[in-house]
């Protein structure tokens, strides 16, 4: 996840300047590249306006696929008023080299983003249906586990709780009550194995027809869970840049990736990092469903739930109705969210 330095998102007035410079002439330069193909080339040398879909994104260059699945290296004209990202519709025009210009993004069902250092937020993918977390059965760390559910709530997109690694295990029983409470709120949880196969079929089935990414810390499995359904054929070509012929590790550019079963997997750094935005330290409540109802119960409409008179949510705790443990993953959250300042 992103974590903030204290201090780090008070920057002075000339700062933020010169950030939101930085920001406007990259996208300048992403537009003049566009026009200049379009100039360069002559209008007569482009087809008429279609849809496509973005693949992946390499600097100034886009990767579009067609409705056949053939792909285009793209740049970006100034009348698609943003930057196109991983997973969205856009209308382009192909030119008679096999390159093309985008002309407009075409309106985003769902938004991922991440905070990066200096009050700025990036969009990594636009429209995805689902996020896998992924948590290694050996080492669950359920702290992070609920920043993850934290932020799909923010983004409004539904989250599955993939628990891998289940060869590992010796008693599944201690893993299927370790996850009995977010399986009580609502959240479906899978365990899986890539090693004895459990759950794979399963989980194959699930991601049929959705747009998904699979996020998760170093050493969940999820390459592992990616080679399962991604040809090692794809995997490659996802790390290298067709047009420069420069090897790009997988973990610095977002790829799409089409399932046998219909669907598709995004894979990328930024997803496996992002970190919540879009909420504050005062909101993040609404994301603990278990947590919720009992907030509105208490004496004082701003209880932090610590000592506080007539705090429900203590009285709960008390009784046994709710965990100690998610309410002190909540006040983490919220400190953590009180040092960061993202706009």
């Known amino acids: 996840m992103i974590r903030k330095k204290m201090g780090e998102g008070h920057l002075t007035q000339r700062q933020k300047g010169q950030i939101a410079h930085t920001e406007r002439k990259r996208s300048e330069s992403m537009a003049t590249h566009g026009d200049a193909l379009l100039h360069c080339l002559g209008r007569e040398s482009f087809g008429p306006e279609e849809e496509g879909l973005v693949?992946?994104?390499?600097?100034?260059?886009?990767?579009?696929?067609?409705?056949?699945?053939?792909?285009?290296?793209?740049?970006?004209?100034?009348?698609?008023?943003?930057?196109?990202?991983?997973?969205?519709r856009v209308l382009w025009m192909r030119a008679?080299?096999?390159?093309?210009?985008?002309?407009?993004?075409?309106?985003?069902?769902?938004?991922?983003?991440?905070?990066?250092?200096?009050?700025?937020?990036?969009?990594?993918?636009?429209?995805?249906?689902?996020?896998?977390?992924?948590f290694a059965a050996t080492e669950p760390n359920m702290g992070l586990?609920?920043?993850?559910?934290?932020?799909?709530?923010?983004?409004?997109?539904?989250?599955?709780?993939?628990?891998?690694?289940?060869?590992?295990?010796?008693?599944?029983?201690?893993?299927e009550a370790r996850f009995a409470p977010y399986r009580q709120m609502g959240y479906q949880v899978m365990l899986l194995s890539t090693v004895d196969k459990r759950g794979l079929p399963e989980l194959a089935q699930a991601m049929q027809g959705l747009i998904s990414v699979l996020v998760g810390e170093s050493g969940t499995g999820k390459s592992s869970l990616l080679a399962e359904w991604v040809s090692a054929e794809s995997l490659k070509i996802g790390a290298v840049s067709q047009w420069s012929g420069k090897g790009r590790h997988t973990t610095t550019v977002t790829s799409w990736y089409h399932l046998p079963g219909g669907g598709a997997l995004i894979d990328s750094p930024g997803i496996r990092e992002f970190g919540l935005c879009g909420v504050t330290a005062a909101e993040v409540g609404r994301y603990f469903p278990d947590l919720l109802p009992w907030m509105g119960r208490c004496r004082f409409n701003d209880c932090r739930h610590a000592a506080e008179p007539g705090c429900a949510v203590q009285e709960a705790i008390a009784r046994g109705e709710v965990s100690a443990e998610r309410l002190q993953s909540l006040q983490r959250i919220q400190e953590s969210l009180l040092q960061e300042r993202i706009y």
Not at 73 to 86: D, I, L, M, N, Y
């Open 55 to 88: 693949i992946a994104h390499f600097g100034l260059n886009i990767e579009v696929e067609d409705g056949q699945g053939e792909r285009f290296r793209c740049a970006v004209r100034k009348s698609s008023t943003g930057e196109p990202v991983c997973g969205d």
């Open 96 to 134: 008679d080299n096999g390159q093309g210009v985008i002309n407009r993004i075409l309106p985003r069902q769902s938004l991922l983003q991440r905070p990066l250092t200096g009050q700025r937020l990036q969009v990594i993918a636009a429209n995805v249906q689902r996020i896998w977390v992924v």
């Open 145 to 175: 586990l609920d920043r993850y559910l934290v932020a799909a709530g923010v983004a409004g997109i539904e989250a599955v709780i993939l628990v891998n690694k289940m060869d590992l295990v010796d008693d599944v029983a201690v893993i």
